[in-house]
């Protein structure tokens, strides 16, 4: 189960890496988003996570869980949304300022502005064949 767990972590992690790596935004904000929940999950099986034990000591109980990883989990669940909501309105505001949604602000990538180019052309060629 140790393997699941660290396997899973693994690819969320790699995954949320390369995705913040990319030039748009969207995804951008999917590998912040997987990096948070590879963090929750990392908490989670860090803090040894017990199901059916109280997590305040009782005397009457033969054993409590930790409450300080799931404590530290949902702050980390709560700061994610709001970041995560943050930046959306940050790209959203991005978009419409600079009318795409590259990551440097860029005003058009090369494929956008080779595709113009080659439409230009051919719109000559059409006008220089009638």
Not at 2 to 21: D, F, H
Not at 40 to 57: D, E, K, W, Y
Not at 89 to 113: F, I, P, W
Request: glycine fraction near 8%; proline fraction near 4%; aromatic fraction near 6%.
């Amino acid at each position: 189960m140790e393997w699941l767990v660290a396997t899973v972590i693994a690819v969320m992690t790699g995954c949320g890496v390369l995705l913040t790596l990319r030039a748009r935004t969207f995804p951008v904000v999917l590998g912040v988003t997987l990096l948070a929940y590879a963090v929750n999950v990392f908490l989670f099986a860090m803090g040894r996570l017990q199901i059916g034990v109280p997590a305040v000591i009782d005397p009457a109980a033969a054993g409590y869980t930790d409450p300080l990883p799931q404590a530290l989990v949902l702050t980390a669940i709560v700061i994610a949304f709001g970041m995560t909501a943050f930046v959306i309105a940050l790209a959203l505001k991005a978009r419409s300022e600079l009318g795409n949604d590259h990551v440097d602000g860029l005003d058009r990538s090369d494929d956008e502005r080779a595709a113009e180019e080659h439409q230009a052309q051919q719109d000559d060629r059409s006008g220089a064949a009638s």
